[in-house]
C-alpha cells in the first residue's frame, strides 16, 4: 500500500481551516466526495494533533507525557494550554464554580434556601 502523509490541517497560504472533499477506503477503493469538516481537529498543527494522541495514550496523564517527549511537566502543561487555546474553549468561569458550590452548600443542608438565594443573586 502507497505510504500515507500527515493530515495537514491549515491551508499553508493564508492559515484557515481546510475542508476534505474526497475519501477513499484503502482496501476496498470505495469513493465518497462531499464536503467534511475536520472539526477540532482543523483548527490544530499537525504537531498539536500528535499531541493529542500522545495525551490520550498517556490517558490524560501529563506527567507521563511529559517523560515521553522528555520536556519538563510546565513545558507539556503549556502545549496543552495552547491546544485549549487553538480549540478556542472559554476559559473556565469562576462564577460558574462559585454557583455550583452554592448550591451543593444547599443539598448538604449547610445553608438555608434563602441564604443560597442570597448568595446567588450576587
Known amino acids: 500500500m ?3 502523509n ?3 490541517t491549515q491551508d499553508p497560504v493564508n492559515g484557515d481551516e481546510l475542508i476534505v472533499t474526497r475519501l477513499e477506503g484503502r482496501r476496498s477503493g470505495i469513493v465518497i466526495e462531499g464536503k467534511f469538516s475536520l472539526d477540532w481537529m482543523g483548527r490544530l498543527t499537525p504537531q498539536q494533533l ?8 498517556h490517558r490524560g496523564n501529563i506527567q507521563r507525557l ?3 517527549l522528555n520536556v519538563a511537566y510546565n513545558t507539556a502543561r503549556n502545549h496543552l ?3 485549549v487555546a487553538a480549540l478556542e474553549y472559554p476559559p473556565e468561569d469562576e462564577d460558574d464554580s462559585a454557583r455550583v458550590n ?3 452548600q444547599l ?3 449547610e445553608i438555608s434556601f434563602e441564604d443560597a438565594l442570597d ?3 450576587r
Open 50 to 57: 500528535t499531541f493529542v494522541g500522545l495525551l490520550v495514550k
Open 66 to 68: 511529559a517523560a515521553e
Open 119 to 121: 448568595l446567588l443573586k
Open 107 to 109: 443539598s448538604e443542608g
Open 81 to 83: 494550554d495552547e491546544i
Open 6 to 8: 500527515p493530515l495537514i
Open 102 to 104: 452554592v448550591l451543593e
Open 2 to 4: 502507497d505510504a500515507l
